[in-house]
């Protein structure tokens, strides 16, 4: 049954398979991590009734949200450290590359390079590369984002402790409606 899913998915988005192969060989914690999204991300859009087509669209941008990370450099990608103020400008950068790779490279719809492009933005319009609000920010960029700060405090890097899932969980509720769609929270 996966095998089945997987050549499906393969013969459906051909580019977005090879994407994440790229990705794996430039940053294997970014590839691991992006597949924990797509997870992630899916299992919310079934719980929040979103359809088949929306759910695969929904997934291959949660697979590629940080696609952009292959243009980061690798000792600003992986510093063990705190990101100096020119560092995280750098990693700033990753959304937008993330759209360019994705609208310019790779022949796949436009919701897949927004969320690439808008899943660091936030409700309160504190998020980048743009600085949107609320309404500006698409459903499945506002799903990513709460699911990519989920898998990314609750796994290792160099740079920060592994939460508990309690931990992380009060962390979201916390950030409802500052940060995060509260609706999307309590669906998560």
């Avoid at 936030?122 to 709460?146: C, H, N, Q």
Wanted: hydrophobic letters at 40%; one cysteine or more; a neutral charge.
């Amino acid at each position: 049954r996966v095998m089945h899913d997987t050549v499906d998915g393969v013969l459906r988005n051909p580019d977005a398979h090879v994407c994440l192969t790229q990705l794996k060989q430039r940053d294997a914690y970014t590839a691991q991590h992006s597949i924990n999204v797509c997870i992630l991300a899916l299992a919310l859009a079934r719980h929040v009734g979103l359809s088949r087509t929306d759910m695969e669209t929904l997934g291959v941008a949660a697979l590629l949200h940080d696609i952009g990370k292959i243009k980061t450099p690798l000792d600003v990608l992986n510093k063990p450290d705190k990101l100096t103020a020119e560092e995280f400008t750098i990693m700033q950068q990753h959304p937008v590359t993330g759209r360019q790779l994705l609208e310019h490279h790779y022949a796949l719809p436009y919701q897949i390079a927004d969320v690439a492009f808008s899943h660091h933005e936030r409700i309160s319009g504190k998020g980048y590369p743009r600085g949107l609000k609320s309404t500006e920010i698409s459903l499945f960029s506002k799903m990513v984002a709460i699911v990519d700060v989920y898998d990314a405090l609750t796994n290792q890097r160099p740079y920060n402790k592994v939460l508990s899932i309690e931990q992380v969980l009060r962390i979201l509720q916390e950030s409802k409606g500052k940060q995060f769609d509260p609706q999307i929270v309590d669906a998560f």
